[in-house]
């Protein structure tokens, strides 16, 4: 088969297709409204973090930087995780964005991002949308 720009075009609506169907790509199913506010209705989707946490690691006291962050990647649920996020960034992201070292930038910065991203599996594309402007990771806002 030659290649060709048409062909081309079919390749790659064939990849997009295919990602777009594929199970293990999909976003787990928000929780219904009525699972949030505790009434009937499936439990609400597990909270898998995508940065995880090291197994058997030591756990580091709560209020501490690491310790919070610990924290918020033990939540069972995503709306667990999104209030736990929230918390941690509220308590750990310094007005100006003063922070006191690399690590500190860097844990606040893998919160934003995994705040955006319990926004988005909870179906919440305003609030995540948001976050990612302000995450601006291209500097097209800036």
Same mark, same amino acid.
């Given at each position: 088969m030659m290649w060709t720009p048409k062909a081309s075009r079919s390749v790659i609506a064939a990849v997009i297709l295919g990602v777009a169907l594929c199970p293990a790509c999909r976003a787990q199913p928000a929780p219904s409204a009525g699972a949030e506010q505790g009434g009937a209705g499936p439990p609400a989707a597990a909270y898998v973090p995508l940065y995880g946490s090291r197994t058997g690691a030591a756990r580091d006291a709560g209020g501490s930087l690491r310790g919070d962050f610990q924290r918020a990647l033990d939540a069972g649920t995503l709306p667990e995780a999104a209030s736990r996020w929230r918390e941690? +960034? $509220?308590?750990? !992201?310094?007005? *100006?964005?003063e922070f006191e070292d690399n690590m500190?930038? !860097? /844990?606040?910065?893998?919160?934003? /991002?995994? &705040?955006?991203?319990? /926004? /988005? +599996? &909870? *179906?919440? $594309?305003?609030? *995540?949308?948001? &976050? &990612?402007?302000? +995450?601006?990771?291209?500097g097209w806002f800036k």
């Open positions: 941690f +960034l $509220t308590r750990h !992201s310094p007005p *100006g964005r500190h930038a !860097s /844990y606040a910065q893998a919160a934003r /991002y995994e &705040l955006m991203r319990i /926004y /988005y +599996l &909870l *179906g919440k $594309t305003e609030e *995540g949308d948001a &976050l &990612l402007r302000e +995450l601006d990771p291209v």
